[in-house]
């Protein structure tokens, strides 16, 4: 069974943008510009926002390509 975090990453790569713009685009290909000015703005309430701001995290960090595994695994 997958650990909690791990599963996080998994759910980041799976979960698609339910509304918007950016309206069925994986959270995790979501450009960087959006997800700053979510950031500022506060990102949504629940789940969508805590892959959102994880999204923001790991682009903001450089460090897009350690969820290049799991896109192409649970994709």
Not at 7 to 22: A, C, E, F, N, S
């Amino acid at each position: 069974m997958n650990n909690p975090q791990h599963q996080h990453l998994i759910d980041l790569v799976r979960t698609k943008m339910p509304y918007g713009k950016y309206k069925g685009t994986y959270v995790s290909d979501l450009p960087e510009f959006y997800l700053v000015w979510y950031r500022n703005k506060g990102f949504p309430a629940g789940k969508l926002g805590q892959l959102m701001a994880t999204a923001y995290e790991i682009k903001l960090n450089g460090i897009d390509k350690v969820l290049d595994p799991l896109k192409r695994q649970y994709r």
